[in-house]
């Protein structure tokens, strides 16, 4: 057991463009969703929601959004950046079976939210926690997820009609995939390379 979690963590992708789009089994998206309402929460205030977004128009409008802005980001670069950058595929929206929006309510659990006086940002933390969950439990279903990132949360709270106060934090593209890469997208086009732990590690203090 502690072998396959260490394998799930290890495994998990962020991916693009190894969607197949064959059908999601009910049974694995619930496990999936189960395990990630099951995140721990600050102050039990469970802040996150999950809109199961399945409309071709939406999907192909939100696509078309993140799109332009991926020209936005293009235009800031030059020279091997540029380069680098135009071989990058930057989401699976249409080619995934599902996406899911994941939300925080910053009001969920108040006025009061235990914990979060003194870290305003807590909450939004929760929220993460319920996406890594989600991440892992569709890894360790076979099933590969992507985290878009290119879009302004104006637009999607607009697209999809999520109330003022409620921040999109993620766009999740979830399904079957052929396969997952061994070594992550960004690394294997040149783009970043992962640091080293011992680079991250410190004692006592910063630099210690």
Request: with cysteine; charged share 25%.
């Amino acid at each position: 057991m502690i072998h396959d979690l260490y394998e799930t963590i290890n495994r998990r992708r962020d991916v693009r463009g190894q969607f197949t789009g064959e059908p999601l089994p009910e049974a694995a998206l619930d496990r999936i969703l189960t395990a990630a309402h099951a995140a721990p929460s600050v102050g039990l205030s469970q802040p996150w929601d999950f809109i199961l977004v399945r409309d071709p128009q939406l999907r192909q409008t939100f696509h078309t959004h993140v799109h332009t802005e991926r020209e936005t980001f293009a235009a800031t670069l030059d020279g091997d950046a540029a380069r680098r950058f135009a071989g990058i595929k930057i989401d699976g929206i249409l080619e995934s079976t599902l996406s899911v929006v994941v939300t925080y309510d910053a009001a969920r659990g108040g006025p009061a939210v235990l914990g979060r006086h003194a870290i305003a940002d807590a909450g939004l933390y929760s929220v993460c926690l319920a996406i890594q969950n989600l991440w892992l439990a569709a890894t360790a279903e076979g099933l590969g997820v992507g985290w878009v990132s290119f879009y302004r949360e104006e637009f999607l709270r607009d697209l999809l009609g999520i109330p003022g106060g409620v921040r999109p934090v993620a766009w999740l593209c979830l399904g079957p995939v052929s396969h997952l890469e061994d070594v992550p997208d960004l690394e294997r086009h040149g783009w970043r390379r992962r640091r080293p732990l011992r680079l991250a590690l410190h004692a006592d203090r910063w630099g210690g």
